[in-house]
Protein backbone atom coordinates (compact mmCIF):
# COMPACT_ATOMS: atom_id res chain seq x y z
CA UNK A 1 0.00 0.00 0.00
CA UNK A 2 1.57 3.59 -1.30
CA UNK A 3 1.59 5.64 1.68
CA UNK A 4 2.46 9.46 0.90
CA UNK A 5 3.46 11.96 4.08
CA UNK A 6 3.73 15.60 3.14
CA UNK A 7 5.48 18.30 5.27
CA UNK A 8 7.16 21.95 4.99
CA UNK A 9 4.01 23.53 4.70
CA UNK A 10 3.25 27.25 6.69
CA UNK A 11 2.65 30.88 6.48
CA UNK A 12 4.34 32.83 4.27
CA UNK A 13 4.67 36.88 3.27
CA UNK A 14 3.97 37.46 -0.47
CA UNK A 15 7.37 36.83 -2.79
CA UNK A 16 8.49 34.54 -0.01
CA UNK A 17 9.89 30.58 -0.74
CA UNK A 18 8.48 27.31 0.67
CA UNK A 19 9.71 23.84 0.16
CA UNK A 20 7.43 20.52 0.59
CA UNK A 21 8.27 17.61 0.71
CA UNK A 22 6.66 13.90 0.50
CA UNK A 23 7.88 11.14 1.90
CA UNK A 24 6.74 7.67 -0.27
CA UNK A 25 6.73 4.45 1.36
CA UNK A 26 4.98 1.16 0.77
CA UNK A 27 6.06 0.44 -2.80
CA UNK A 28 9.26 -0.22 -5.11
CA UNK A 29 8.29 3.51 -7.23
CA UNK A 30 10.96 3.35 -10.27
CA UNK A 31 7.85 2.66 -12.41
CA UNK A 32 5.93 6.14 -10.62
CA UNK A 33 5.08 8.99 -11.55
CA UNK A 34 4.93 11.86 -9.00
CA UNK A 35 2.49 14.34 -8.38
CA UNK A 36 1.77 17.74 -6.49
CA UNK A 37 -1.76 19.00 -6.82
CA UNK A 38 -3.51 21.73 -5.03
CA UNK A 39 -6.73 23.33 -3.37
CA UNK A 40 -8.08 26.83 -2.56
CA UNK A 41 -10.95 27.30 -0.53
CA UNK A 42 -14.12 26.72 -3.02
CA UNK A 43 -11.87 25.33 -5.76
CA UNK A 44 -11.37 22.26 -7.59
CA UNK A 45 -8.04 20.60 -6.95
CA UNK A 46 -5.51 21.04 -9.63
CA UNK A 47 -2.65 20.30 -11.08
CA UNK A 48 0.72 22.02 -10.17
CA UNK A 49 3.57 19.49 -11.09
CA UNK A 50 4.90 16.30 -11.62
CA UNK A 51 8.14 13.78 -12.03
CA UNK A 52 8.50 10.64 -13.36
CA UNK A 53 10.92 8.41 -10.77
CA UNK A 54 12.85 6.95 -12.93
CA UNK A 55 13.94 9.56 -15.37
CA UNK A 56 13.19 12.67 -13.47
CA UNK A 57 11.24 13.98 -16.31
CA UNK A 58 9.14 17.01 -14.54
CA UNK A 59 5.91 18.14 -16.34
CA UNK A 60 4.19 21.78 -15.01
CA UNK A 61 1.07 23.97 -15.20
CA UNK A 62 2.32 26.09 -17.70
CA UNK A 63 1.55 29.10 -15.01
CA UNK A 64 3.76 27.65 -12.64
CA UNK A 65 6.52 27.09 -14.52
CA UNK A 66 9.42 29.42 -13.43
CA UNK A 67 8.46 29.93 -10.05
CA UNK A 68 7.69 25.66 -9.18
CA UNK A 69 10.26 23.13 -8.69
CA UNK A 70 9.89 19.48 -8.55
CA UNK A 71 12.42 17.21 -7.66
CA UNK A 72 12.85 13.75 -6.07
CA UNK A 73 15.67 11.97 -4.39
CA UNK A 74 15.38 8.23 -4.85
CA UNK A 75 17.36 7.38 -2.25
CA UNK A 76 15.10 9.11 0.62
CA UNK A 77 11.65 8.41 -1.20
CA UNK A 78 11.35 11.89 -1.26
CA UNK A 79 10.13 13.82 -3.70
CA UNK A 80 10.06 18.11 -3.28
CA UNK A 81 7.70 20.87 -4.68
CA UNK A 82 9.92 24.43 -3.95
CA UNK A 83 7.97 27.14 -4.52
CA UNK A 84 9.41 31.10 -5.18
CA UNK A 85 8.00 34.21 -5.76
CA UNK A 86 5.12 32.83 -3.59
CA UNK A 87 1.67 35.14 -4.33
CA UNK A 88 -1.67 35.13 -1.97
CA UNK A 89 -3.43 32.77 -5.38
CA UNK A 90 -1.12 30.08 -4.15
CA UNK A 91 -2.93 29.61 -0.85
CA UNK A 92 -4.14 26.29 -0.68
CA UNK A 93 -3.65 22.85 0.57
CA UNK A 94 -0.82 21.01 -1.21
CA UNK A 95 -1.75 17.81 -1.82
CA UNK A 96 1.23 14.31 -2.98
CA UNK A 97 0.31 12.34 -5.46
CA UNK A 98 1.11 8.95 -6.90
CA UNK A 99 0.41 6.82 -10.30
CA UNK A 100 1.81 4.20 -11.99
CA UNK A 101 2.90 4.25 -15.54
CA UNK A 102 3.91 7.21 -16.94
CA UNK A 103 2.72 10.39 -17.11
CA UNK A 104 0.16 11.00 -20.45
CA UNK A 105 -2.54 12.86 -18.29
CA UNK A 106 -2.81 15.37 -15.30
CA UNK A 107 -6.30 14.77 -14.28
CA UNK A 108 -6.39 13.61 -10.26
CA UNK A 109 -8.86 10.92 -11.49
CA UNK A 110 -5.57 9.14 -12.44
CA UNK A 111 -3.58 9.27 -9.51
CA UNK A 112 -4.51 6.52 -7.28
CA UNK A 113 -2.33 7.37 -4.52
CA UNK A 114 -3.15 10.49 -1.88
CA UNK A 115 -1.20 12.18 0.87
CA UNK A 116 -2.95 14.09 3.73
CA UNK A 117 -2.00 17.87 2.22
CA UNK A 118 -0.25 20.55 3.72
CA UNK A 119 -1.71 23.64 3.82
CA UNK A 120 0.17 26.65 2.64
CA UNK A 121 -0.82 30.38 3.10
CA UNK A 122 0.73 33.44 1.33
CA UNK A 123 0.25 36.47 3.21
CA UNK A 124 -0.17 40.09 1.19
Known amino acids: QVQLVESGGGLVQAGGSLRLSCAAS????????MGWFRQAPGKEREFVAA????????YYVHSMKGRFTISRDNAKNTVYLQMNSLKPEDTAVYYC?????????????????WGQGTQVTVSS
Open 97 to 113: AARQGGFDSAAKADFGS
Open 26 to 33: GRTFSSYV
Open 51 to 58: ITWRNGDT
